[in-house]
Structure formats: C-alpha cells, structure tokens
C-alpha cells in the first residue's frame, strides 16, 4: 500500500505571508497527524484530524489550522510566517502495521524569509 | 506530565562497534506506548519498534534490540556491529495509552558511524 503523501517538498515564504501543506493518510485510513520539527525544538505535536473534525490540538498559536478534505486528505495552514515558523512540517497516519502506530511521511520543508 | 530524555545528543562510532542509545521516560499512566523512530538525512521518520508498558520483555529484530525496563523508565536501543547505513538521528517516543494520538518526543540522538 501507498506510504502517506506529502506536498510540497519544499516551500519558501516571506514573513507575514500564508503557507498551505498538504497531507495524504495510507490508504483506509482516516486520522492525520501533524508534527513540527523546528531547529533546537525537536519533534511537537501540531494538529489530529479524523473524519472531518480536529480531535486535538498541541500547544501552537491560532494562526496554525488546517482541515481534512472527505477524502481524509489534510491541509495545514499557516498564517501571518514568522521567521521561527521555518521548520521540518511532517504528517503522520495510522498504517497496517501495529495498532497505535503512527507512520510518517517525507514532511515538507518551509524557509521563510 | 509526560517527558522522555534522550541525554545523548550526538554519538560517533566506527563501523562495527555496537553502539546503545539511552531512552528515559516519564509518565504517570500505567498503560502507555513507546517507540523508536530512525529519522535518516532525507528527513523522513521509519518507525523502528512499538512497546506496551505491560510487555518487558526484550526484542531483537537483526543487528536491532531493544531493552525495556519498567523499574528504571528506560527503553533504551542496541545496535550491533554499526554500519554506516546506521547514521541517522534516532528518536525515542512515547503515548499514553488513553492518548495514543499524541507523541511525545525526546530531542533525538544523532549517531554517526564512520567507515
């Protein structure tokens, strides 16, 4: 089966703009996860959707949101960049795998300038 | 509160030594998850292993193995005779069992094995 998708690869943005990413789960399944892997912060806890609805919520300022698309698809939106938003963005899905498991994808990167 | 301390920020070794990178967790759950996660340099995280708080026993999955225990807050993570495939920063990560939806990180070990 199909690893979980992300997109774009790579993202630069100015600050003060909006940065879209975007995330598709394996196959089958319905819950997405979002990470932030900022430099010196390691690895945060963003965002859970599942069917439709965000479940959870780290500890992250409003201008993080995202959605998830009927087809269980993600997109997570950043608004007004500020330079420390420049991070490794990674999602995560549950797989085939064991039960609780989170699998990641390639994530994307954004610079923001 | 949940942490997990990864206190070894950068271990350099050469091919064929082993090599145990030291996971300590803290939780108040009784039923929890923790994992290992390998992140290579193309920045994707594999998933490495999964334990339940109520299975100690250790696990050896090729030049891999894992030691879990319970009394110490430590499931820490042996490599066998390291290859240079092996480079990566690895993490250490746990879920309460209630909250399987959330990880919690540790900041990473980054090993480098040298040819």
């Known amino acids: 089966e199909a690893g979980v998708t992300q997109s774009p690869t790579h993202l630069i943005k100015t600050r003060g703009q909006q940065a879209t990413l975007r995330c598709s789960p394996i196959s089958g399944h319905t819950s997405v996860y979002w990470y932030q892997q900022a430099l010196g912060l390691g690895l945060q806890f963003l965002l859970w959707?599942?069917?439709?609805?965000?479940?959870n919520r780290g500890n992250f300022p409003p201008r993080f949101s995202g959605r998830q698309f009927p087809n269980y698809s993600s997109e997570l939106n950043v608004n007004a960049l500020e330079l420390e938003d420049s991070a490794l963005y990674l999602c995560?899905?549950?797989?085939?795998?064991?039960?609780?498991?989170?699998?990641f994808g390639p994530g994307t990167r954004l610079t923001v300038l | 509160a949940q942490k997990v301390t990864q206190a070894q920020t950068e271990i350099s070794v050469v091919e064929k030594e082993d090599v145990t990178l030291d996971c300590v967790y803290e939780?108040?759950?009784?039923?929890?998850?923790l994992f290992w996660y390998k992140q290579p340099p193309s920045g994707e995280l594999v998933f490495l292993i999964r334990r339940n708080s109520f299975d100690e026993q250790n696990e050896i999955s090729g030049r891999y193995s894992w030691n879990f225990q319970k009394s110490t807050s430590s499931f820490n993570f042996t490599i066998t005779a390291s290859q240079v495939v092996d480079s990566a920063v690895y993490f250490c990560?746990?879920?309460?069992?209630?909250?399987?939806?959330?990880?919690?990180f540790g900041t990473g070990t980054r090993l480098q094995v040298f040819p």
């Open positions: 990560a746990l879920s309460a069992a209630w909250d399987t939806d959330k990880l919690i």
């Open positions: 959707y599942d069917e439709g609805e965000e479940r």
């Open positions: 939780t108040r759950d009784t039923t929890y998850y």
């Open positions: 995560a899905s549950p797989g085939v795998g064991l039960a609780d498991t989170q699998y």
